[in-house]
């Protein structure tokens, strides 16, 4: 092979060339597997949250598809993908297709930057973060043209609400996450992870308290879920921005939404609660938890995430919009920005 | 605001509370009942599809006197009758539109022979209105499938006497008398 | 900001909410004018279940009549039917003997628990709460079973009768509903512990829908908005019917007037209910069931074959219904929505001449513009939950 | 008060307007002219004695060919301060079916008076928003009226023949062009 290509091509360049190609198709297999794998979680995620939802609420949850409905997920997606596909007759047609097509690749594509466990990175880029935050305010157009083209006054609504919220949420989460950066001192994730196994509490959930508090509240903003799901209160505005959405694309907003949720679970993981590792202490005292290995940790942290979005959906009732807003801007901004105020004061007095 | 309020505000406690009934309650039994595996059993008395009852000979009870089909509220009974031989009553057509009865059950009170009667079932489906437009022998068949054995005896023996039976005494009347597990 | 207002022109937006609406309960329709969130005019529009019941009625026996008033307020049709035969009663100038009063009152008030645990579940459930909803069924299902195991019937009961019930009560209904009783306010913790003192609950509904008490009885409204405002009526107590003169509760009152006190009302109805049911078992008389008014009411099943008189008053009660004093008759009851009232003008004959039906809801769903206007969409949904009207009662 | 006494009192206010006074199962019904219905309704709501604050209900009830004047609007008064009921009832005549409305006494009676001209078609006079409540607003006749047939008119209401058309044309429509 390298005989025959170097007949054509300098021998150097091929060798450049297979080096480049493997690199590729490490990278594209990665990403495959993540694709696959993070919209498998995502289905079962719904199963999981009906699962849950329904115990709290003295039901079963779904059950008869499979054994105790465990195939349910697959035969709701059977059934969405084979529904008839209907587009509002004085709907904005291109921007109809491309919403929900924005909005379901702006999620999927901050799986790119998560570390999973260690050395497993789609893209092991410095601004992770940022790359996040850019990923997440993107979706928000899908929103916004779904709520535009439907040309529907439900929709429209939902559409401007969701737009206002996900701007003065990400501003919070932004601020949230800076005490994060600044005492990892990097933007990039896996970094992040590290240093945070350095530090000695092992996980910056508990100096970043308020820190946390603050991503916690505005990742449920940030992914529309009670009692912040005002762009598609039920019972205010049927559905929201997708209420003329049906079959596949209703599913693509629904995939794009539970895979929101999953990536806000990733990044309060890797941000706060270490990643793929476990507090020093921990394992010191149980050595024999050395040998578990990084992802199962990763996905415990997810899913006890994922569980706490479930539980508080089972529990409140939902804002208001003036006082969502007043939450955001009023409360959580301001405690965000006091919050790093003290990290960088703290950093400050212990280096100085 | 109070120190406790405060304490309470920041603290959460009153949504921790809640939190804390939902997560009680994710472990305690469900109470769905699964319908088509499961069915629930209807208590006695229930008012469901209509039966014309036969008496012990077999034949229809019904004289056609009409009492039920004047006093039903949603007027769904026809009822057609001829003179026959001897200048008996006969009852050509005794029919009810069961998608216009609203089950009230005012038709077994009327009735002073205890000729129709309303079933436990309850389940019934069909591809068109005339399925439920129950004619005479439909009504008769209904008897049979669901008034035989002695749950049917007993059923139409309890339902067929709404009203209070006996005005002379009321020694068997359900009346408190306490409860063992009080709390 | 003048230059930019006459830059861009603004429009107000109108949405028709309704009738096909998840918060709507049921066909009303609302067309709300907004400017941004904010809700400038409001104007409900009813009648989409409209089915003509104050005519089927003037076209039925006083007897007959009795299950259309299932059909007002299907969530609470045993309220209605006992309002319905206390009026025929009192233009008949009939009354119940002491057990049917009894039975009455207890039924009524199982009625308004399972008619008050749906509000709470419904209005819960608008504001996005979704758990309440479901353990509010599961209470709900227990009274519906009860309610079966009474009259064969679920939820258009047509249970009482002109002159008592139309059937005395099981011994195994007593102890179920007693040991219900028992177990009631524990499930009422539950809910509160969920709602009361939850801060997303308080800020959605404290200060929403302010009505003051001059003007709620300006508006005529009654039940729990009424009560809600700090006025103390409440037809058990003022005209009392049945048995609530033989039994002790009170009536909660609210202050502000807001959502918010109209839920703690309510709430506080649910726990006084349960309390006369109480009382109501403990205190229940033996004796019979039906009134002795062979004119007015059904004579007894067994005696209609044996006993000439009986036969003919059971073929002329049914086909040309009981012979009525000419004259007209108002009687208000208390059911959960408020309080409904029947008017009958009877011309003598055994047909009302007039049945007027004196709806709740109908009142109730007047006044949403007045709670509605000026406030967000959100409150629009808060108070349609909050005066908790059923729109088969308000069209009638 | 005893309802006799009321009904006294405002005959000694109007004596020229009340018509009758009659007691049926301790009710007082009152009968008026129909011509200064707003002005007694306001007597009754402001004299402090009587002080009803409380309507509970306007109807209209058709005495076709019973009375001369074929209608008649029933109002139930109640004070809740001094727990005292009376009903006042206006005589109308068909051919000048119109009376006052009561809306700037008691606005609650806003949807009641529209829904006595929807079912009997009375008009009110000064009614802020008046039309029909619970018949489409293009239904013709007035449906609690005696002469009006139980199972509805002959004739289809336009509304309910252009669904049955739509629904037609519908059954040809092609969903996916």
């Known amino acids: 092979m390298n005989e025959i290509l170097g007949t054509i091509i300098a021998p150097d360049t091929v060798d450049i060339l297979i080096k480049y190609g493997i690199n590729i198709l490490i990278i594209l297999l990665k990403i495959a597997a993540v694709i696959a794998v993070a919209l498998l979680h995502v289905a079962y995620a719904t199963y999981w949250e009906r699962k849950v939802i329904g115990h709290m609420q003295v039901r079963l949850g779904p059950i008869e598809v499979g054994w105790h409905g465990l195939l349910q997920p697959i035969a709701d997606g059977v059934k969405l993908f084979f529904k008839e596909d209907i587009i509002p007759a004085n709907a904005d047609k291109p921007l109809f297709y491309l919403a929900p097509v924005i ?148 599913a693509m907003f629904f995939l794009g939404e539970y895979t929101g949720m999953l990536i806000m679970s990733s990044i309060s993981a890797i941000c706060f609660l270490g990643g793929w590792t476990i507090p020093k202490f921990i394992t010191d005292a149980i050595p024999f938890l050395l040998n578990v290995p990084g992802i199962v940790w990763f996905l415990i942290k997810v899913y006890a995430f994922m569980f706490f979005y479930y539980w508080v959906r ?27 105020v003290i990290t960088g004061l703290v950093k400050i007095l212990v280096k100085g | 605001m109070t120190a406790g309020k405060f304490i309470r505000t920041i603290f959460f406690i009153e949504i921790l509370q809640g939190m804390a009934l939902t997560l009680r309650t994710m472990f305690t039994p469900a109470v769905t009942r699964r319908y088509p595996k499961v ?109 035989t054995g002695k749950k049917g005896e007993r059923y139409y023996k309890d339902f067929w006497g709404p009203k209070s039976e006996d005005f002379h005494g009321y020694e068997g009347q359900a009346m408190f008398k306490g409860i063992k597990n009080e709390k | 900001m003048e230059d930019i207002e006459k830059t861009f022109e603004t429009k107000e937006l109108t949405v028709s909410m309704g009738p096909q609406h998840p918060a709507t309960h049921g066909v009303l329709r609302l067309v709300l004018n907004l400017d941004g969130e904010t809700v400038v005019k409001c104007t409900p529009y009813v009648g989409y279940l409209h089915r003509g019941i104050e005519k089927l009625g003037e076209n039925r026996t006083y007897f007959s009549a009795l299950p259309l008033s299932d059909r007002l307020d299907y969530i609470a049709s045993m309220n209605n039917n ?108 539950d809910y509160e512990t969920l709602v009361t003192e939850n801060r997303i609950w308080k800020a959605r509904t404290v200060g929403i829908g302010v009505i003051s008490a001059e003007e709620a009885i300006n508006w005529g409204l009654t039940g729990a908005i009424l009560r809600g405002s700090g006025v103390d009526y409440d037809v058990r107590k003022y005209a009392p019917y049945d048995a609530y003169d033989k039994v002790d509760f009170d009536v909660p009152i609210g202050r502000k007037g807001d959502c918010y006190d109209r839920y703690l009302v309510k709430m506080g109805e649910m726990r006084q209910a349960n309390r006369i049911l109480k009382q109501c078992i403990e205190k229940l008389p033996a004796g019979p069931v039906m009134a002795d008014a062979p004119k007015f009411t059904l004579p007894p099943k067994d005696m209609v074959l044996k006993d000439m008189e009986h036969l003919i008053h059971q073929f002329i009660l049914i086909t040309k219904g009981p012979t009525v004093p000419e004259g007209e008759v ?37 006044v949403l513009p007045r709670l509605c206007e000026g406030g967000l969409i959100a409150d629009v949904i808060a108070n349609i939950g909050t005066i908790d009207i059923v729109l088969g009662e308000c069209d009638r | 008060m005893e309802p006799l ?25 009152v009968t008026m002219k129909k011509g200064r219905m707003l002005e007694i309704s306001r007597y009754l709501h402001d004299e402090p004695e009587l002080y009803f604050d409380y309507l509970i209900d306007v109807c209209g009830v058709d005495y076709l060919g019973k009375k001369d004047n074929r209608f008649e609007v029933v109002y139930h008064l109640y004070s809740i301060k001094h727990r005292h009921a009376i009903r006042i009832k206006a005589e109308v005549p068909e051919n000048d079916s119109s009376i006052d ?77």
């Open chain 1, 103 to 250: 909005f379901f690749v702006s999620a999927l594509t901050s799986l790119a930057v998560l570390p999973f466990f260690e050395g497993f990175v789609v893209a092991n880029i410095n601004i992770g973060l940022l790359f996040l935050f850019a990923m997440s305010s993107l979706g928000a157009y899908g929103i916004i043209v779904a709520g535009w083209s439907s040309n529907s006054k439900y929709a429209f609504l939902g559409g401007l609400r969701s737009a206002s919220q996900v701007i003065s949420y990400e501003i919070a989460m932004g601020l949230s996450l800076v005490g994060v950066m600044l005492m990892a001192g990097s933007l990039n994730l896996s970094d992040i992870v590290r240093a945070q196994h350095q530090y000695p509490t092992g996980m910056y959930a508990i100096p970043q308290f308020l820190g946390f508090f603050v991503f916690v509240v505005a990742a449920f903003a940030e992914t529309n879920r009670l009692p912040f799901d005002l762009p598609e209160a039920e019972s205010e505005l049927v559905a929201g921005y997708f209420t003329e959405y049906s079959s596949f694309r209703f």
């Open chain 3, 330 to 366: 108002y009687m208000g009851t208390e059911v959960p929505k408020g309080e409904l009232g029947f008017y009958f003008v009877s011309d003598g004959t055994g047909k009302p001449y007039r049945m007027r039906v004196r709806a709740p809801s109908f009142i109730h769903a007047s």
């Open chain 3, 82 to 189: 006992v309002g319905y035969v206390n009026a025929v009663e009192k233009l008949f100038g009939i009354e119940a003997p002491e057990r049917a009063k009894f039975i009455r009152t207890m039924v009524a008030e199982m009625g308004r628990i399972s008619s008050h645990i749906i509000w709470l579940g419904t209005h819960v459930l608008d504001i996005g709460a979704t758990t309440p909803f479901l353990y509010a069924f599961r209470e709900r299902e227990v009274i519906m079973d009860l309610f079966e195991m009474l009259c064969g019937a679920r939820l258009t009961v047509s249970y009482p009768r002109v002159g008592g019930v139309r059937n005395d009560i099981s011994q195994e209904f007593l102890d179920r509903l007693y040991e219900f009783v028992l177990d009631f306010p524990s499930k009422m913790d």
């Open chain 4, 101 to 177: 409305s009561v809306m700037p006494v008691w606005v609650g009676a806003n949807w009641h008076e529209r829904e006595c001209y929807d079912m009997y078609g009375v008009v009110f006079k000064g009614h802020p928003d008046f039309r029909r409540i619970l018949m489409p607003e293009d239904w013709e006749g007035h449906p609690l009226r005696k002469d009006y047939p139980l199972k509805g008119p002959v004739k289809e209401w336009p509304g309910f023949l252009d669904v049955l058309d739509r629904a037609k044309r519908f059954r040809e429509f092609e969903w996916h062009e």
């Open chain 4, 5 to 29: 006494a009321i009904a006294d009192k405002i005959k000694e206010k109007f004596p020229d307007e009340v018509l009758g006074i009659k007691e049926f199962r301790g009710q007082v019904a």
């Open chain 2, 39 to 147: 069915k629930r059993p209807v208590q006695p008395g229930f008012r469901g599809l209509h039966a014309l009852a036969k008496n012990e000979e077999g034949k229809m009870k019904c004289v056609g006197c009409g009492l039920c089909g004047a006093y039903c509220p949603s007027q769904c009974i026809h009822i057609y009758t001829t003179e026959g031989e001897d200048h008996n009553k006969v009852v050509d057509r005794y029919e009810v539109e069961v998608l216009r009865c609203v089950y009230c059950g005012f038709c077994v009170e009327a009735c002073p022979f205890g000729a129709i009667s309303l079933s436990e079932h309850y389940e019934y489906s069909g591809y068109s209105r005339e399925e439920f437009y129950m004619t005479k022998d439909m009504l008769l068949a209904n008897w049979d499938k669901y008034f």
């Open chain 1, 314 to 340: 089972a529990t409140l009732p939902r804002y208001r919009y003036d006082q969502l807003m007043a939450i955001g801007w009023k409360i959580l901004i301001p405690l965000a920005l006091l919050n790093i």
